[in-house]
C-alpha cells in the first residue's frame, strides 16, 4: 500500500499523510510538475483532475477541475510558495468558482510536500495546514482524508521509468 499513516491534528489543524514508493525522489516530483501526470493522479478514481493551468514556479499558479461521476466539476486553485526540486513544495490549494478563479472570502489552505530518499525507495511527507477548526470540520466531512488516500494511491502506476514518459 502506498499511504503508510495519515494523521488528524486537531490542536495544529494539520492533516499529514505519508506514503512510501519503489522510485526516485526525482520520479516522485515529475508526478508533480508535470501536468500531465499530475491530473492522472490529483484527483481520486471517481472524481479524475484536469489542470487547465500550471505554473509550477515560485508565485505560479494552478487551475483545475475535477469532474465526478455525475458529472459535477468542483474546482481549485494552488498557488506555489516555495519550490526545493526535488524535496520540498509549499503551495496554498484553495475553492474556485465556476470560472475557476479563486472564490473570494475563502480562504485556502496551506500545504506542502516533502519527498526523502530511503534507499532506492522514497518517502512523502503531505501535509495541509487549516486556517481554523471549522475549515478542518468542513474539508474533512468533504471526504478529503479518504481523497487524498485515493488519490495518492493512483501514483504508483505512474513512477515506473517506462510508464513516466508516457
Request: proline residues 7%.
Amino acid at each position: 500500500m502506498t499511504v503508510v499513516s495519515t494523521h488528524k491534528d486537531a490542536e495544529n489543524l494539520t492533516l499529514t499523510v505519508v506514503a512510501e514508493f519503489d522510485a526516485t525522489p526525482e520520479l516522485v516530483w515529475e508526478v508533480w510538475e508535470d501536468p500531465r501526470k499530475l491530473e492522472r493522479w490529483w484527483g481520486p478514481p471517481t472524481f479524475p483532475a484536469m489542470f487547465t493551468r500550471h505554473e509550477f514556479v515560485v508565485g505560479g499558479e494552478s487551475r483545475y477541475l475535477m469532474t465526478g461521476p455525475e458529472g459535477e466539476t468542483p474546482r481549485g486553485w494552488w498557488r506555489i510558495d516555495a519550490i526545493d526540486r526535488p524535496r520540498r513544495l509549499d503551495f496554498a490549494n484553495g475553492l474556485a468558482g465556476d470560472d475557476g478563479e479563486p472564490v473570494p472570502g475563502v480562504e485556502p489552505t496551506s500545504a506542502y510536500m516533502i519527498l526523502e530518499a530511503e534507499g532506492s525507495r522514497t518517502r512523502m511527507t503531505a501535509v495541509t495546514h487549516f486556517v481554523d477548526v471549522e475549515q478542518m470540520e468542513i474539508l474533512l466531512g468533504m471526504g478529503m482524508l479518504e481523497g487524498m488516500a485515493q488519490a495518492i494511491g493512483q501514483i504508483d502506476s505512474l513512477l515506473s521509468p517506462s510508464r513516466s514518459r508516457a
